[in-house]
């Protein structure tokens, strides 16, 4: 079992910046997939950026390329997601889940974090 746990959610005004952390706990991290998804009200879940276990191999929705940065410290079990030019249309919960499969299967999710952009 991992427990995925999010924080450095809140509210900011559009051009800022936010880090998002995401500590995880149970398992061996290093070897897991990890990922941020979103999901604005009103609106269903969607993918926002990976990380391979290696580090290796990242990927970005076409909404945040160029602005949010996704990345992970195996010796601390945390993923981040750094978040710069935020919108008003980046506003959600943010969730950090993991990927035990490697092959997009999101097992395991946290409980989420609210970012909040003000126009």
């Known amino acids: 079992q991992v427990q995925l746990v999010e924080s450095g959610g809140g509210l900011v005004q559009a051009g800022g910046s936010l880090r998002l952390s995401c500590v995880a706990s149970?398992?061996?991290?290093?070897?897991?997939?990890m990922g941020w998804f979103r999901q604005a009200p009103g609106k269903e879940r969607e993918f926002v950026a990976y990380?391979?276990?290696?580090?290796?191999?990242?990927n970005y929705a076409d909404s945040v390329k160029g602005r949010f940065t996704i990345s992970r410290d195996n010796a601390k079990n945390t993923v981040y997601l750094q978040m710069n030019s935020l919108k008003f249309e980046d506003t959600a919960v943010y969730y950090c889940?993991?990927?035990?499969?490697?092959?997009?299967?999101?097992?395991?999710w946290g409980q989420g974090t609210q970012v909040t952009v003000s126009s």
């Open positions: 889940a993991a990927d035990p499969s490697g092959y997009f299967k999101w097992d395991y």
């Open positions: 149970g398992r061996t991290f290093s070897n897991y997939a």
């Open positions: 990380s391979s276990w290696s580090r290796g191999y990242r």
